[in-house]
């Protein structure tokens, strides 16, 4: 049983299209993250959801519109596609991170690939 | 400052050799200071965590240095395996709910 399987795998598109990665989670976390990854391996805090409340919004541009329909799932929705958002992204899940934070358990990451 | 600063960015180590990474914060909040290992096409994966009121924590092979009035941690792997060659991030976490990444260390352990 995969703990956090995001989908898909790889997300090949042109720019300008609007495009959405699924993220669940089976290990009945509170919180969910989506980070990205850069071409230098670089990860960042993009967005936080608490039991479906979002927490952290990191400065990233309002095309990425992150959606969480109960909390074992987080999507994430990306318009107008940019070659600049060519990366990987990864979904994350933690225990309740207002205790004072555990170890995340991350998904194997979505490589979108803008052409 | 929400900064993690990690080195080197890539090591190469001999197997059997002591694999050393090194990070250092600014930040007095962060409370939580996790290692993550992180092979090709997987996502990272927790390895092993520390918190600041302990100098150090071994698990297995792997062990944390902290040193909180240097603001520094550190991750030893000892008897460094080619199995171990992979990219290692350090991050901190405060409870603003942000676990801060490292740059990264890619290593490579030749057998």
């Known amino acids: 049983d995969t703990a956090v399987s995001q989908t898909p795998k790889y997300l090949v598109t042109q720019m300008g299209n609007d495009k959405s990665i699924k993220c669940e989670q089976n290990?009945?976390?509170?919180?969910m993250y989506w980070y990205k990854q850069d071409s230098k391996k670089f990860l960042k805090i993009m967005f936080s959801?608490?039991?479906?409340?979002?927490?952290i919004n990191e400065t990233v541009p309002n095309r990425f519109s992150p959606k969480s329909p109960d909390k074992a799932h987080l999507n994430l929705h990306i318009n107008s596609l940019e070659l600049g958002d060519s990366a990987v992204y990864f979904c994350?899940?933690?225990?309740?991170?207002?205790?004072?934070?555990?170890?995340?358990?991350f998904g194997s990451g979505t490589r979108l690939t803008v052409v | 400052q929400q900064q993690v600063k990690q080195s080197p960015q890539s090591l190469i180590v001999q197997k059997g050799g002591i694999s050393i990474i090194n990070c250092a914060y600014e930040?007095?909040?962060?409370?939580?200071f996790p290692w993550y290992q992180q092979f090709p096409g997987k996502g990272p994966a927790l390895l092993i965590a520390?918190?600041?009121?302990?100098s150090e924590k071994k698990e297995g092979r792997f062990t944390i240095s902290f040193n909180k009035s240097a603001k520094q941690f550190s991750l030893h792997i000892m008897d460094s395996q080619p199995g171990d060659s992979a990219t290692y991030f350090c991050?901190?976490?405060?409870?603003?709910?942000?676990?801060?990444f490292g740059q990264g260390t890619e290593l490579s352990v030749k057998p």
């Open positions: 959801y608490n039991n479906k409340e979002l927490i």
């Open positions: 930040n007095t909040a962060f409370d939580y």
């Open positions: 994350a899940s933690s225990q309740d991170t207002l205790q004072g934070g555990y170890g995340y358990t």
């Open positions: 290990l009945g976390h509170d919180t």
């Open positions: 520390i918190r600041p009121d302990v």
């Open positions: 991050a901190a976490y405060n409870q603003g709910g942000k676990l801060i």
